[in-house]
């Protein structure tokens, strides 16, 4: 089992910036944390990828962010962060945190990010 905890949503107004937060329960630099991820969710939407990066840190971004979100990780600190900036009004989504960790999926509560234009 792995528990995420997530933060550092809230309300910004458009071309302002937020990073979150998730923490998880296990150890990022273990062999089983096979990756990780940002997926979101808008009103009336299905859930997408926003970024993820493997246990190699190979990267990879949903066209509609790069260059605007950057994913990183802290061993140290053991978390991993989604720095946004240039948000647009269109980012406004619930933002979940994922990790593959021995082939299975765990997500986070979720965390509100609103854009205002």
Known sequence: QVQLVESGGGLVQAGGSLRLSCAPSRSMLSANTMAMGWYRRAPGKQRELVAH?????ITNYADSVKGRFTISRDHAK???YL???SLKPED?????????YD????W???TQ???SS
């Open 53 to 57: 990066i493997n246990s190699g840190g």
């Open 103 to 106: 082939w299975r999926d765990y």
């Open 108 to 110: 986070g509560q979720g």
């Open 78 to 80: 053991n978390t991993l």
């Open 92 to 100: 406004t989504a619930v933002y979940y945190c994922n990790v593959l």
């Open 83 to 85: 720095q946004m900036n």
């Open 113 to 115: 990010v609103t854009v």
